[in-house]
């Protein structure tokens, strides 16, 4: 049966670096789950492989969307599922990489019939938003469902409007409960994550910020600034220097903050994967023969 290895793990993992020399050693092709590398626009704030890295292997969906495209998780299932049947056609395995829990679910386990949008309940959140401000929803989210508030990015508010327009719909099921459906896949997946120490991973963290400051990573928000009401934008690292340009922070002050709230982005890409009980965790730090033959075991 054919293959996916599945790599997962928090932001500042190593993920990038695994992938690609699993891609080299089994001659294949890396499929991307990280669910802001796919815009054009954000390369620094994202982490984008750099371009050596990019020719080490053959990447796909690596910015090639515009934060102007209307894309969803769905949208990246359907376009998941083409190109792998695509590749399968030449490859026994593919390599699958990201830390975007939903988005490796969506591509692995298919994704849930979800209630369709309500407008009418998205236009009374909008404005709970706009008058009340965000901490509102976040109240309303943390009532709803607990377990779903823990983990989700709760400083986006178009998740947040998603997630409680779906639950108001469930009839008191959690989101839990709305994940339970699984779709055929005509493949197999294996998941290897990676995690390690909590200090290691903060301290990789805060040096990936700073790295990120040095390459220009406030020049490339401040082009976005005039689009910072983009969906695709309301994520760590942007949305911190938007408040610096609104002149609510200071750069120094903004930097902390984009080094905290990834910490916490990486706890709850943590606790959405660990739910997963299928994963091999292997440390940061791994010897990469032992996930080689840890691969090789399995077939």
Known sequence: MKQIIAIVGPTASGKTALSIKLAQALNTEIISADSRQFYKEMSIGTAVPEPEELAAAKHHFIQNKSIFDDYNVGDYEQDFLKLSKKLFQTKDTLILVGGSGLYIDAACKGLDNLPDKNEAI??????????????????????????????????????????????????????????????????????????????????????????????????????????????????????????????????????????????????????????????????????????????????
């Open 122 to 299: 998205r236009q009374e959140l909008t404005r709970d938003l706009k008058e009340k401000g965000i901490e509102s929803l976040q109240k309303q989210l943390q009532t709803l469902d607990l377990d779903y508030y823990q983990k989700i990015d709760i400083q986006n508010p178009h998740r947040l409007i998603r997630a409680i327009e779906i639950l108001l719909q469930s009839n008191g099921k959690k989101m839990a409960d709305l994940h339970q459906k699984k779709a055929k896949r005509d493949f197999e997946t294996i998941y290897i994550g990676l995690t390690g120490k909590r200090e290691v991973l903060y301290d990789r963290i805060n040096r990936r910020v700073d790295i990120m400051v040095s390459q220009g990573l406030v020049e490339e928000a401040k082009k976005l600034y005039p689009y910072k009401e983009q969906n695709a934008l309301q994520t760590v690292g942007y949305r911190e220097l938007f408040q610096y340009f609104d002149r609510q922070y200071d750069l120094d002050f903004a930097t902390s903050e984009i080094k905290k709230n990834t910490r916490r982005f990486a706890k709850r890409q943590l606790t959405w994967f660990r739910k997963n009980k299928d994963i091999k965790w292997f440390d940061m730090a791994y010897n990469f023969e032992e996930i080689l033959k840890y691969l090789d075991d399995l077939s």
